[in-house]
């Protein structure tokens, strides 16, 4: 027996689905390559400029106390020579190397911390520049979705606007303003040596 109520029923749900299938089909997906965008907008270049000089602080601390790096290698040096220099003068050498260390170590945690500030600063303010950035190319684009690149498996030609993000960022925040230290900051590890 033909029973007509249920054909309607699934026409009726093919025609939805059909519908939407062409309703998904319309939106349209553009893409960011966030990586590029880290290293060519000038926020982020400007952000490297100005903490270049704590990364290099903190990159000498961390060879200077690490497995191998340059503490390690006076304490073995040290070693070497203890029977030459005396037990005495080998354990007040070894205090003083140890002090540094520790100096070293509490220098660096505060390096890092400061970095972090001043990163988590910059961040807030591409963030709010992001903002008005890609709502004006979804808008001009006509698109629902912008996606990061890392997460798109394949894509389209045409998709990708990551030059007008950059350029539309740049113009909306050419620099970060991170609230820097008048004075020195902490020991490098030249001074720790």
């Known amino acids: 027996m033909f029973n007509f109520g249920k054909l309607l029923k699934k026409t009726a749900l093919i025609a939805v689905a059909v519908a939407g299938f062409s309703t998904v089909a319309a939106a349209q997906i553009l893409i960011v390559d966030d990586e590029r965008v880290e290293r060519e907008a000038a926020a982020y270049k400007d952000f490297n400029l100005q903490t270049g000089e704590y990364r290099e602080q903190i990159v000498q601390l961390r060879q200077f106390i690490s497995r191998g790096g340059q503490l390690e290698q006076q304490l073995g040096e040290l070693e070497k020579q203890k029977s030459i220099i005396g037990n005495d003068k080998y354990e007040e ?101």
């Open 93 to 193: 050498e070894k205090r003083k190397l140890q002090t540094q260390a520790v100096a070293a170590q509490r220098n660096l945690a505060a390096l890092e911390y400061f970095f972090d500030e001043r990163r988590q600063e910059a961040m807030r303010q591409v963030e709010r520049a992001r903002q008005p950035v890609i709502r004006a190319i979804l808008s001009e684009k006509k698109a629902q979705v912008i996606m990061l690149k890392r997460l798109v498996l394949g894509s389209a030609a045409g998709l990708d606007v990551t030059t007008e993000f950059i350029e539309k960022l740049d113009a909306e925040l050419p620099a970060v303003s991170l609230t820097m230290p008048e004075k020195a900051t902490p020991a490098t590890a030249e001074e720790n040596q």
